[in-house]
């Protein structure tokens, strides 16, 4: 079965500083995406960032990364110089490509909260 | 503007009650999906439809039903809700080749809060 697992409820940070969320995954297939999802108080569901599991290299968008472990089964998302705006629950996710079904399985989610 | 839509985003009703929740998408995706969140659960997938006409079960589907007859428009019909299906409500959407290594980034539409007594 394909689970993800968000270790950690809720996290809090202070504003400008660096945080890491952690998520683990569990899947046998070898084609494979991963995905940090945010989720506002406007309960919109947006993307964060992207990863394709057959790229070594690390995905970054501006100010957030990943560090994606493969052989771990592991994919944190790492915030640098975090703002008011990033206080979200924030969702790990992925989808096993070439079965036509292209479901996302979620984690639980990670509460973050910025702190002024 | 790209955009997926969800109609309502708020609705109310009593158990038994007939109900559709609508989703469009103007992007011309050929994959289309309903999600359900619950506190402590995550995101799951209630169904899923990969082109007109073509839908599926996904994780959990029991009191739902689905259409797809237009490209465009996918339906959550619940034909007979009950207070175990109060919950938040996303439809998504992609463009997908169905091949193993390559996907699509989705679109989720706003949510529809599905309270029902």
């Known amino acids: 079965a394909q689970t993800v697992t968000q270790s950690q409820p809720e996290m809090s940070v202070q504003e400008a500083e660096t945080v890491t969320l952690s998520c683990t995954y569990d899947t046998s297939e070898n084609n494979y995406y991963l995905f940090w999802y945010k989720q506002p108080p406007s309960r919109q569901m947006i993307l964060v960032i992207r990863q394709e599991a057959y790229k070594q290299q690390n995905a970054t968008e501006n100010r957030f990364s990943v560090n994606f472990q493969k052989a771990a089964k592991s994919f944190s998302l790492k915030i640098s110089d975090s703002q008011l705006g990033d206080t979200a629950m924030y969702f790990c996710a992925f989808i096993i490509t070439g079965f036509g079904n292209e479901k996302l399985t979620f984690g639980t989610g990670t509460r973050l909260t910025i702190i002024p | 503007e790209a955009q997926v839509t969800q109609n309502p985003r708020y609705l109310i009703t009593v158990t038994g009650k007939k109900l559709t929740v609508t989703c469009s998408q103007n992007?011309?995706?050929?994959?289309m999906s309903w999600y359900r969140q619950d506190p402590g659960l995550g995101l799951r997938q209630i169904y899923y439809?990969?082109?007109?006409?073509?839908?599926d079960k996904g994780d959990v589907p029991e009191g739902y039903k689905v259409s797809r007859k237009e490209k465009r428009n996918f339906p959550l019909i619940l034909e007979s809700p009950s207070p175990n299906q109060t919950s938040l409500y996303f439809c998504?959407?992609?463009?997908?080749?169905?091949?193993?290594?390559?996907?699509?980034?989705?679109?989720f539409g706003p949510g529809t809060r599905l309270t029902v007594l």
């Open positions: 998504a959407s992609s463009q997908t080749s169905g091949r193993a290594g390559s996907t699509d980034t989705q679109y």
């Open positions: 439809s990969m082109n007109v006409e073509v839908t």
């Open positions: 992007m011309n995706h050929e994959y």
